[in-house]
């Protein structure tokens, strides 16, 4: 009965308690400022562990779940990159951005292609010779 | 006396001016050509998988057909032309390999540079090419044609080229070289040496290309089938004797034989080996034609009827950027 009286008396108390006039027109702004402040001052994987542990917070069997498909997506992603960067190293067929000098084209093995390797720019064409034929007195 | 005394030193005066007046006058002309074909001029980009190739091309007829570079858009899939300011999707209307030109569509009306008579030009003949060097904005470029060559270090063209001396640029393959009168004689085919000359295509033999493909909607090269050598001597003025037919060609259905010595195919005269190259070139598949020869002293005309020419290996030809 006393814990009933005193909360009754808190109540009254608190019905009658106001915050200040200006508390409302501020709180919007304050509140989005914070909420900024705090996305900032966060690391980028804490906010996407949060958001993802978020879809299965109803089940926390489900908690266990969605950090080994965070972990699996992690790894799975950090071996595709390593294995484009080698390839990268390795293919014909590649781009490469580190110089301009690349443009410049060796003799192709045959007639009008281009030599296999990707050429980091536009490659601006003018052959070093015309075609011809092996057997020229043949009619 | 007197007055002859004082007119004297106004003669150099009055030939320097002269010669004023005509470099002038060659100056003028050469700057109406460049702009009243510089529209016609394109600009070819071609994609395919290994990156994209840039040269450059002209409007040959006012329906939108393009000559350019056949290396330029050799197995591009998907090819645009850019001019007048705008980027218009190309279609690959055909390729030669045979002499390097390639033929595209584009479906707008189009200004066009005429075609010229590229067997009127001699030695030492003015031309002028207008293309697209790398990046920049259209050029011209003055040249001389040099002489006309069947073969460069060693290796024989599909047929014979002109070499000019005008320095040449990356991405002006494909290009047309114009002549005085403002007509186009021959396509830019490739540079020589570090780009200070070039080897030029003919507008004649582009003409074969854009002939079969309007007679038949395919390249139709024709083949007779022989081998020819040089004569010890010559018969008739020509040492092209025919060295070999293979069996079952054109030639030896028709009647020509081994030892049969050359002097004209289809109207063009021969006169030593070499000179086939030419002749053989604008052979077509299924026309016939008249092969003019010295057999046993006797001049005789026999009718040949060339089959479409089998594959032959195409000698390597670098883009060389």
Known sequence: MDSEESISKLLRLKRYEQPRPDYFEDFLAEFQLRQRAEVIHRPFWNIAWDRFSSLFSPLPSMRL??????AAAVIATGVTLNWSSQEAKTSPATWNLSSAAQT?????????????????????VLPTRPTGYASARSF | MWALALLAPLFPLSLGA????TAQSLCSELGRIFEQH?????????????????GSGFFIDPSGLIYTHAGTVMSAEDVKVSFGGRMTPAQVVT?????????????????????????QITNATPVILIGFPEDYEVSSHLGMIAARERQHLGKYFATSHFRANMAVQRGEGGAPV???AGEVIGILMARIGDGTACHILPIRAAEKTRQDISRFGELRPGWVGGEVEDAAAAHAG??????????????????LK??????????IPVTRSEDVLDAAYFLTAGDLVEVRIQRDGETRSISVKPTTRPVLPVETMALGN
């Open chain 1, 65 to 70: 779940v969605a950090a080994s498909s965070f």
């Open chain 1, 104 to 124: 410049r084209l060796e003799s192709a093995p045959s007639p009008f292609t281009a030599p296999k390797k990707r050429v980091s720019s536009l490659q601006y």
């Open chain 2, 18 to 21: 002269a010669d004023q007046s």
């Open chain 2, 38 to 54: 510089r529209r016609s001029v394109v600009r070819v980009y071609a994609t395919d998988e290994l990156g994209v190739r840039v």
């Open chain 2, 95 to 119: 390729i030669d390999e045979r002499n390097g030109v390639a033929i595209l569509k584009v479906d707008c009306a189009s200004p066009f540079i005429p075609i010229g008579d590229s067997d």
């Open chain 2, 178 to 180: 114009l002549n005085l």
């Open chain 2, 238 to 255: 020509s040492t092209a004797q025919i060295l070999t037919l293979g069996p079952g060609t054109p030639a030896a259905q028709s009647g």
């Open chain 2, 258 to 267: 081994a030892g049969d010595v050359i002097l004209s195919i289809d109207g």
